[in-house]
């Protein structure tokens, strides 16, 4: 039985006491081999540390209170000689130390806390109400709440621990004020008066004492928490301010400093009653607490329904005021540049030539259509992935140009059940091959994108000296490399192309003890059997670029959209990083997908992960006051944003993210008048579109373009806005995403006395069109789903394109094909082949193909075409139950042809009817 308790005893300390340690020294290789080892001391020593103040001053307040505890007791009874039974010290010292150490938990995982206190930054501006500085209430409350919590616990664990200890040994000197009352069933006790001053007078000295003292310190305390509150009301979220309203100010603040002076007041009388030992005064003072917490409970309800809401307005005017300017202030609003667009609805080829390099950018592949094409055409093999689309632009010898870009990633969970050995997935197939690249608004003549980047290993128009990736978004599971296995590099025409790694990523399984402490850490005992692994051999893990950014700065929040970027021949992904809080003064909170619950977000740092080599860097975008504070915790940890490659600056883009979340506040905060503001007179919302037959909100989208009165080609990001309720298009905002204009936000008001024609409008008059809505639904019935991809809509000059592509795609293998792109600036409707067709019927109400002007050759009346259309529809289907699928497709082929004479035939007849009403008149 002996040796199964030190067996058990083992056991518990190998993964109570030996796995935290070797965690820590695991964190430690991992961190010395990425470069920030300072960073992993840092955030160590202070954990280590925090614990020590918090188990010393839990143990001695606890101790000292049991401590003054039993010598009372002691010296109580042997006065009146009276014998009791001990309580075992040591007992009660190993509870402490429990306790204590509980709490010196509670001080590391506050860490961030403390160390944003001592190295707090300050904001340059005050709130309006109570004169702070706004980094007192991001860095400082935080902290003073945590230790008042932390006192406040403690002192009620020792209310609970002497007034245990005393009732446990002094109950026989109140033995004799009982008697034993006994019932039909069984005895019970019950005190023969309940003269609260009687027991005053009979409560020993020491004891009432001690008592009154843990009872002065725990009113100290709420008086303290009472202080505190007062600041809290700044972040109110209710009624119609955000922050502090007039019913705050003016009734609440009051209650809570009065709270604050009752409290102080009780704790000084609870320690003058040991003199005085008059049971009124702390009652009283209690009851006058209470009394008042009841009241601040309903009061300023009552006051705010009776006295406020008669005249809201003019009462909430100037808190109103201090919530809009905060609000913008906290999220990055406050410099947004207003400016009036004049929208011009008659869209001319004069403008389209002005403008010919923002049509060449248009984007016309919808991402989401694009990824299963690339799947399909570009995976390769079913081991590679795409995990999304993104969109980046380059400076290339034709000029600026924006392309749709994605990664070609190792994904193993895709392999073969038989293919799943340790040995393959952990040593030979360890990293993804390459990129796929397609300009945004061109595509082949059967609705493929023209790549300019493409294949393995790949080729194009971009060199990519090293198109390998062990760094991604995907990659989850730990990788070995250099072992006696080479890995798979790509495959070839009938064989496959192995390789070795030759970076520095990875922590060398150059010892035993390593490969020993590995196997634990993974529970794998591969790392110690296997013959493959060698002093050579490298471990990678955390090699999903987000984690392992999160891993080496987890204080800061991580855009959940990666994109990856060539240069100089290398594959880089940009990661956008920000600082946010949820104690800025008279700010909105917000409730999102990936930022919930905050008041305050900067996006300050641009991370860069090198795709093969793992290297990361932190550079500081934004001069910020949270990210400067973390610099001084963080010396080593952030570089400055001129240490960043020019190369690689030029790919850095305003982050969506963070865009949505300005945007989803604009709505509302781009009203400045405290008047408009409360009456919600000018709110606007987020226009919606259609996908897959499903109307979602629109997301904000990437172009490059020429702003109104700003000159050259740039990158921006561009959100349209309609007003609540309404669907015509009411204004655009735009964020400039290149250098020296970065950050920069641009908003362009329509006028509102005209109309201009919003998404939904756009897309309702699509749907209405007889041409396209009857090709639509032919398209629908031959066994192919139809896919509208973004609606974009785009400034041109002083007029406003709107651009939705047509992509169609077999329901049983989608390869969604780009078939058509409808073009409108708000009076007509177009659908052509391709952008360059649509915009020409647009503004010229006819086609030039290579051969000349193109005048449709067609005998046959639209009905003669439509029944022809029918007829090889209706074949192809017999064609497809008897399983011919060669005459299904020729029957497909031909009904093709026959709706694109029937579409030519409308796009004439279209044409004619404009130049006779233009004859007529």
Not at 11 to 40: E, H, K, N, Q, R
Not at 56 to 62: D, G, H, K, Q, R
Not at 203 to 220: D, E, M, R, Y
Request: proline letters at 5%; aromatic letters at 14%.
């Amino acid at each position: 039985m002996k040796d199964m308790k030190i067996l058990f005893l083992l056991i518990l300390a190998l993964f109570l006491g030996i796995g935290p340690l070797v965690g820590i020294y695991t964190d430690y290789l991992w961190f010395d081999m990425i470069g920030y080892t300072s960073v992993f001391t840092t955030i160590l020593q202070w954990k280590l540390l925090a614990i020590i103040p918090g188990f010393i001053i839990a143990f001695l307040f606890l101790y000292i209170n049991a401590k003054f505890a039993g010598d009372s007791i002691d010296k109580i009874l042997a006065e009146k000689n009276i014998t009791s039974e001990k309580v075992d010290s040591q007992i009660i010292l190993v509870a402490i130390a429990a306790v204590s150490f509980i709490f010196g938990l509670i001080f590391s995982g506050n860490w961030k806390t403390i160390l944003l206190y001592f190295n707090s930054t300050s904001f340059g501006l005050e709130d309006p109400i109570l004169m702070n500085d706004i980094g007192f209430y991001v860095f400082q409350l935080p902290f003073l709440h945590m230790i008042r919590g932390v006192f406040l616990g403690l002192t009620i664990l020792s209310l609970i621990l002497v007034l245990a200890l005393y009732f446990y040994r002094l109950e026989p000197l109140f033995s004799s004020d009982r008697v034993e009352i006994e019932d039909s069933e069984e005895p019970y006790f019950l005190n023969q008066s309940i003269d609260l001053k009687d027991i005053m007078d009979k409560l020993p000295t020491k004891v009432l004492v001690h008592l009154s003292a843990i009872l002065a310190f725990l009113f100290a305390l709420i008086a303290f928490g009472f202080f505190l509150e007062r600041y809290e009301i700044l972040f109110s979220q209710q009624g119609v301010v955000a922050g502090a309203g007039y019913t705050d100010v003016n009734v609440s603040l009051p209650i809570f400093t009065i709270l604050t002076v009752l409290s102080v007041l009780t704790s000084i009388a609870l320690l003058a009653n040991v003199k005085l030992k008059n049971i009124k005064i702390p009652v009283v003072a209690v009851a006058l607490i209470a009394l008042f917490i009841v009241a601040s409970s309903f009061v300023p309800g009552v006051y705010q329904q009776f006295k406020v809401e008669p005249t809201e307005i003019q009462l909430e005017e100037p808190y109103l005021k201090y919530n809009i300017d905060y609000t913008r202030a906290a999220y990055g609003l406050s410099d947004v540049e207003e400016r009036p667009f004049e929208a011009n609805m008659n869209l001319t080829s004069s403008e389209l030539e002005d403008n010919s390099e923002v049509i060449d950018n248009i984007r016309i592949w919808d991402r989401r259509a694009l990824e299963q094409t690339y799947k399909q055409l570009q995976q390769i093999r079913t081991y590679y992935t795409f995990n999304d689309v993104d969109t980046d632009r380059y400076h290339t010898e034709d000029g600026y140009k924006q392309y749709m870009v994605s990664a070609r990633e190792m994904d193993t969970f895709q392999m073969a059940p038989e293919s799943k050995t340790w040995v393959n997935e952990k040593l030979v197939y360890t990293h993804g091959y390459g990129m796929v690249m397609n300009p945004v608004s061109t595509k082949t003549e059967d609705g493929r994108p023209e790549f300019v980047l493409q294949d393995i290993p790949p080729k194009g128009e971009f060199e990519v000296d090293n198109p390998r990736m062990y760094y991604g978004e995907i990659n989850r599971n730990y990788k070995i490399v250099n072992t006696g296995r080479d890995e798979f590099d790509y495959p070839m025409q009938g064989q496959n192309a192995f390789t070795q790694y030759e970076g520095e990523s990875g922590i060398l399984l150059d010892s035993f003890i390593k490969q020993l402490i590995f196997a634990f850490t993974f529970s794998d005992p591969n790392f110690i059997l296997s013959q493959y692994i060698d002093d050579e051999s490298r471990l990678m893990y955390r090699q999903q670029i987000v984690e392992r950014t999160q891993e080496i700065a987890p204080f800061l929040e991580y855009d959940n959209d990666p994109y990856p970027v060539i240069h100089e021949g290398q594959i880089y992904w940009i990661i956008d990083a920000y600082t946010t809080a949820n104690k800025y003064p008279y700010s909105e909170t917000y409730y999102g997908v990936q930022f919930n619950g905050i008041n305050y977000i900067s996006n300050s740092v641009k991370v860069v992960v090198d795709a093969y080599d793992g290297t990361v860097d932190f550079y500081m975008i934004e001069d910020e006051p949270v990210v400067n504070t973390y610099s001084k915790i963080f010396p080593d940890l952030f570089k400055s944003f001129d240490e960043m490659p020019e190369g690689l600056q030029e790919h850095i883009r305003y982050p969506k993210n963070l865009f949505r979340v300005q945007m989803d506040l604009y709505e509302n905060y781009h009203m400045e008048s405290a008047e408009e503001f409360y009456n919600k007179e000018d709110a606007w919302e987020i226009p919606r579109e259609v996908y897959r037959g499903n109307s979602i909100e629109m997301e904000p989208y990437y172009m490059i373009t020429k702003l109104p009165d700003n000159g050259g080609l740039e990158y921006v990001l561009l959100q349209p806005f309609t007003p609540r309720g309404r669907e015509n298009m009411i204004a655009w905002i735009a964020a400039r995403c290149d250098k020296p204009n970065y950050g920069q936000l641009k908003h362009y008001e329509l006028p509102k006395g005209e109309l201009v024609y919003g998404p939904t409008q756009i897309e309702s008059r699509i749907d209405q069109d007889p041409d396209i809505s009857q090709q639509l639904t032919l398209w629908g019935q031959s066994g192919s789903n139809v896919i509208r991809g973004n609606l974009l809509v785009v400034p041109i000059g002083n007029s406003i394109l709107y651009v939705e592509p047509l992509f169609i795609s077999a329901e049983q293998s989608e390869i969604p094909e780009l078939r058509r792109v409808i073009a409108s600036s708000g009076q007509r409707v177009v659908m052509g082949e391709d952008l360059k067709e649509s915009l020409q019927m647009l503004v010229e109400g006819r086609v030039d193909r290579e051969e000349g002007t193109y005048q449709p050759e067609i005998t046959q009346t639209s009905q003669e075409l439509a029944q022809q259309a029918l007829d090889h529809y209706n074949q192809a289907q017999e064609y497809l139950k008897e399983g011919n699928w060669t005459g299904y497709g020729e029957e497909i082929d031909q009904m093709e042809d026959v709706l694109n004479q029937l579409y030519d035939l409308n796009q004439l007849s279209q044409s004619l009817d404009e130049d006779n009403s233009t004859a007529a008149e």
